[in-house]
Structures are given as structure tokens and as C-alpha cells.
């Protein structure tokens, strides 16, 4: 096996770890992973088992073309998996944050319960990646360190912490809505109370008038 060869393994070996490193990171803030990731993982498994059966057939003896090749397959699956672990994540950030902007509009807003600074490095960090996603794709040859890049950049942490964070900041957001609401109750009927009270006392007056006017 020639040194390049063994420089193209340990790239995929360093590919699959980051591809595992954004896996986890799905899992740390409970997102399911699509179906489409999931393939790309299985697609990837068999490249590599694939290479594994023609070693056992070929008793060690393999060419490093069949290598590169088993290689190739396994990184456009891995890079695949990594894209779209990354995108899922971004999107469903996105869509949470608009969700809970939407059902809960009446009270304090995102910013207010997670922090001003927080929230706008949030959104800063969504523009950085999908700037850094849409630039991989005009230049296919920076593709792979894009997404190794993003796999370990603090606008990732930054996202994902987001989004370990939804809960907390839908309990203090439900909270403040309901504060909200039942101020605006109280409201209501304090207005009720005074409307009632007005129109009583100008009933009294207009009865009080036509007694005194009354011949």
C-alpha cells in the first residue's frame, strides 16, 4: 500500500469521526435523524464491508485502485450524511424559533427569556452556515473542508445549544403568555366593573331628573 493511499484512508477515517461528531450532536438536542441520513450512513457501512469481503476473497492481496474506489463511495456518503445532519439541524432551529415567536407573541419574546446577545449570535450562526453551505456548493473543491469546518465551529455549538435550550425557553415564553393573559383579563373586567358602575350612576342621575322634573 503507497503513502498516498494510506494519507487517502486516514482522511476517511477522519471524515467518518466527523460525520459521527454531528450525528451526536442530533442526538444531544433530540432531533430524529431523516431517513436520507440514515441511508447515507448504510451506504457507507457497505462500501466499507464491501471492501472487507474482497480482502477476505483476495487473501490481503488488493489493488489500491479497488481501495480508492471502496474509499470514494464511502466518502460521498459521509459527506452526504454530514450535509444534511448539519441542514437538519439548521432548519429545524429555524422552524422552532419562528414557532414559538408565532404561539406566543402576546408575552416577552425569545430574546427577552434567552438573552438578547444569545439570540442574536443564534441567528448570526445560522447566517454563517448556510453562507458556509451555499458557498460549498459554487466550489465543490472546498466542499469537504467546509463541512469539516462547521462540524467543529462555535456557530454549530452556538445552534445546537439553541436548541438544547427550547424547552427552557418555551416554559419562561408559556409563562409570560399567561401572565399576559390573565392581566388582560383582569383588565377586561375592570373596565366591565367601571363601565357598569358609570352606567349605573348615570341611570340614577337621569331617574333622579325626571323625579325633580315630574309635576
Not at 476517511?12 to 441511508?39: I, P, W
Not at 437538519?88 to 408575552?107: H, P
Request: glycine share 4%.
Amino acid at each position: 500500500m503507497n503513502d498516498n493511499l494510506k494519507l487517502e484512508i486516514k482522511a476517511h477515517c477522519d471524515l467518518y469521526n466527523k460525520a459521527e461528531k454531528v450525528f451526536k450532536k442530533t442526538q444531544l438536542v433530540d432531533l430524529e435523524l431523516e431517513t436520507g441520513v440514515l441511508n447515507e450512513f448504510r451506504y457507507c457501512a457497505r462500501a466499507q464491508v464491501d471492501l472487507f469481503e474482497l480482502i477476505i476473497k483476495s487473501d490481503g492481496e488488493v489493488l489500491d485502485q479497488e481501495i480508492t474506489s471502496a474509499l470514494q463511495v464511502s466518502n460521498r456518503a459521509l459527506l452526504c450524511a454530514v450535509n444534511d445532519s448539519i441542514d437538519t439541524i439548521v432548519n429545524y432551529s429555524k422552524i422552532a424559533a419562528d414557532s414559538l415567536e408565532d404561539k406566543f407573541c402576546d408575552g416577552d419574546d425569545i430574546a427577552t427569556v434567552y438573552g438578547f446577545e444569545k439570540y442574536l449570535a443564534f441567528w448570526e450562526s445560522i447566517k454563517y452556515i448556510e453562507d458556509k453551505i451555499a458557498e460549498s456548493r459554487e466550489r465543490r473543491d472546498l466542499r469537504l473542508d467546509v463541512y469539516y469546518d462547521l462540524v467543529d465551529s462555535d456557530q454549530l455549538k452556538v445552534v445546537t445549544d439553541f436548541c438544547s435550550a427550547l424547552n427552557i425557553i418555551e416554559s419562561k415564553l408559556r409563562k409570560s403568555h399567561n401572565a399576559a393573559k390573565k392581566n388582560s383579563r383582569q383588565w377586561i373586567t375592570s373596565q366591565g366593573i367601571q363601565f357598569m358602575i358609570a352606567g349605573g350612576t348615570v341611570t340614577a342621575a337621569i331617574i333622579g331628573i325626571l323625579v325633580y322634573l315630574k309635576p
